[in-house]
């Protein structure tokens, strides 16, 4: 079956430009999470959707940083006012359920290029 | 907080030569703990998962030990070819899902 898929591939924007980022889990999959790869800090947690829950938004960053998820599968990150230091690869993941006994499935990811 | 080390940061073997990979983590309340292998600008591919009351979990030449206890990962595999080059990162899972990942060990096996 299809795996977590992720759009775009590729995002270069000039600094002070809002991007949004987009995540198709693996469908029949409840959970679904936002994680930052970039140079410096490795890979990061931002954010986790569980069913109907209220997201844990814990990880992001800054009140530039936002994410939804529609009719409890696509999720769409958004960052506004893009600075160099968001630049960085984009990674969603889901899992069956949310608990960690659950494995996560990641997709390409985003890579982020901020000018 | 959890700190997650990956040693060594790189590696580089002979192709048929096995392969040690080592991970530890300081706090054994983990849930579980997972293998994961991420290609040169591509995402990341679980390998295994292993549960935090068992011990081992295997996959073809793959075999993945967990010591809670002791706070440590190995990611062995055998007979390794050059399709094994990657980059290997283990990640433990506490008691909810936040992914704490390590650094990652870079792989190159030479032809």
């Known amino acids: 079956g299809a795996g977590v898929s992720q759009s775009p591939s590729n995002k270069v924007t000039e600094k002070g430009k809002d991007v949004e980022l987009r995540c198709d889990p693996i469908?029949?999959?409840?959970?679904l999470y936002w994680y930052r790869q970039s140079l410096g800090q490795g890979l990061e947690f931002l954010i986790y959707?569980?069913?109907?829950?209220?997201?844990?938004k814990s990880g992001l960053p800054s009140d530039r940083f936002s994410a939804e998820r529609t009719g409890g599968s696509v999720s769409t990150l958004t960052i506004q006012r893009t600075q160099q230091e968001d630049s960085a690869v984009y990674l969603c993941?889901?899992?069956?359920?949310?608990?960690?006994?659950?494995?996560?499935?990641f997709g390409p990811g985003t890579r982020l290029t901020v000018l | 907080k959890q700190e997650v080390t990956q040693i060594p940061a790189a590696l580089s073997v002979p192709e048929g030569e096995n392969l040690v990979l080592n991970c530890s983590f300081t706090?054994?309340?983990?849930?579980?703990l997972q293998w994961f292998r991420q290609d040169p600008g591509k995402g990341l591919t679980s390998l295994l998962l292993?549960?935090?009351?068992?011990r081992e979990q295997t996959s073809g030449r793959l075999n993945a030990s967990l010591d809670k206890s002791s706070g440590r990962s190995t990611l062995y595999i055998a007979a390794s070819q050059p399709g094994d080059s990657a980059t290997y990162l283990c990640?433990?899972?506490?008691?909810?899902?936040?992914?704490?990942f390590g650094a990652g060990t870079t792989v190159t096996v030479r032809a």
């Open positions: 990640a433990v899972i506490p008691n909810d899902y936040k992914l704490s």
């Open positions: 993941a889901s899992s069956l359920g949310g608990l960690g006994a659950n494995e996560q499935f």
């Open positions: 292993i549960q935090s009351s068992q």
């Open positions: 469908s029949g999959h409840t959970a």
């Open positions: 706090d054994s309340a983990i849930y579980n």
């Open positions: 959707f569980q069913g109907n829950s209220a997201p844990d």
